[in-house]
């Protein structure tokens, strides 16, 4: 448990050091709110707090244990203010990364199938433009815009 223990700092630590903020917290940048980036923060804070390692306390560890907090802490910090969050995205491109807008597009494609299917046809056809806007080779976003495109030719003519 303790050598288990260690390991998932050393391995978290040398890993969070590469990643950025919404990695480090383990959520997606794309579709991520503010009330999870809190629970996912103290999730991770919960997983790492210092009391885990309060039987073998050394002066390495409580060095590690502290760099990770500082990482969790400047995560929530920055990701939990909206202001900050759209400062940090804009100065790492963030939002212009493909695995963002592929995320962005699915969960616009997500939310215009579900107006589809309330009948809300031309919110659907909105939304599923602006999905594929955001993910311009995705077919079966094209497919389903052209679908619904051709279903309201038929009722408007």
Do not use: C, W
Not at 64 to 90: I, N, S
Request: net charge positive.
């Amino acid at each position: 448990l303790v050598v288990e223990g260690l390991a998932r700092l050393d391995g978290f630590l040398a890993t969070a050091r590469k990643q950025n903020l919404y990695e480090v917290l383990g959520i997606d940048a794309a579709t991520a709110t503010p009330d999870q980036v809190k629970k996912h923060y103290h999730r991770r804070a919960k997983e790492f707090h210092p009391d885990r390692y309060h039987r073998f306390r050394t002066p390495e560890i409580d060095a590690k244990v502290e760099e990770v907090y500082g990482l969790l802490t400047k995560a929530y910090e920055a990701l939990r203010d909206p202001v900050k969050r759209e400062a940090y995205d804009r100065t790492h491109g963030i939002r212009e990364t493909l695995e963002f807008r592929r995320a962005a597009a699915k969960q616009r494609f997500d939310a215009a199938m579900a107006q589809g299917a309330t009948g809300r046809i031309f919110a659907a056809t909105v939304g599923l433009k602006v999905a594929l806007a955001l993910d311009p080779g995705n077919g079966d976003i094209q497919r389903k815009l052209d679908e619904i495109e051709r279903s309201k030719k038929f009722f408007t003519t």
